[in-house]
Every structure is written in C-alpha cells, then in structure tokens.
C-alpha cells in the first residue's frame, strides 16, 4: 500500500513510516500510528516547544486519529479522503473532557494536500500486482475528486 506519514515538530521530522500491515503481517500497523509510535518514543514525556504535526497521504482512520489526540497532535495535514473509515468528521462530534486540558481534538486538520501525487501513488498501486482488493479500493481513492 502506497500509504506513507511523517510526524513533525518544528522543523525536524521525528516520526516517519509507511504502511506495514501485510509486511509485518499485522492488522495495526497503519503509517501514521506506527510515525506516532516512533515520534512517541523520542518524545516521552518531555515538554514540547513545537506543535506536532502530523501529515499523511491518506486521511487517518478513527484508531489512528485517536493516536494523534493521545500523542497531542496539533495539525494534521491528509491528501486523499477515505470514504471507507476516515475519521475527520468523526473528530468534530467528539467533546473532549474538561478535566483532561491536554486531551483535546486537533487545532487544524487540512485534506487535500498534495492531492494529485497521491493520486498517482494509489493509482500506480492499483495497476499494479497487489492483492485484488486492495488494488481495486486504490483504485477508487485514484479517481475520487
């Protein structure tokens, strides 16, 4: 899968990965939480000077944009949608608690970015000798506008 996620903190990027469900043979391991994991691992619990920031090529799933609120992700920057479990809409609904201040919904969360070139990222995929179903769901990312 040609899904790849960086988490930034001011201008050093201190998570980085790609999509690694059918190599490491794992349901969990989406790009953009195992970048978070990897940031986490640098962050601990060290007060942060910079805003995380954490930019995708595809919109992050419920589980992962869970992550990012857990981590405190500040902006989150996506290319494509994702129609199937995109949890962008689903984060306005959320009401965080008033007795957790730092356990808060994102300040910015921008879809879009890059759109073409991950277009043609999901597009080559899906011409490609992947498995079936995920090429055709490539497929669809590829056309969608």
Known sequence: MPIGAVVISGDEVIGRAYTGEHALKRHIAHADLLAMVEADKILGFRKRD?????????EPCLMCMGTAVTLGVQKIWYGLESPDDGAH???KLWS???ELAFFRRPAEIIGGIRRAESQELFGEYAAGD???GMRE???GLAARQ
């Not at 910079?50 to 595809?58: C, D, H, M, T, Y």
């Open 50 to 58: 910079e805003p995380l920031i954490l930019a995708v090529n595809l």
């Open 89 to 91: 809409e689903l984060i």
């Open 130 to 132: 992947g498995p079936h």
């Open 137 to 139: 769901w490539c497929r």
């Open 96 to 98: 965080p608690p008033n």
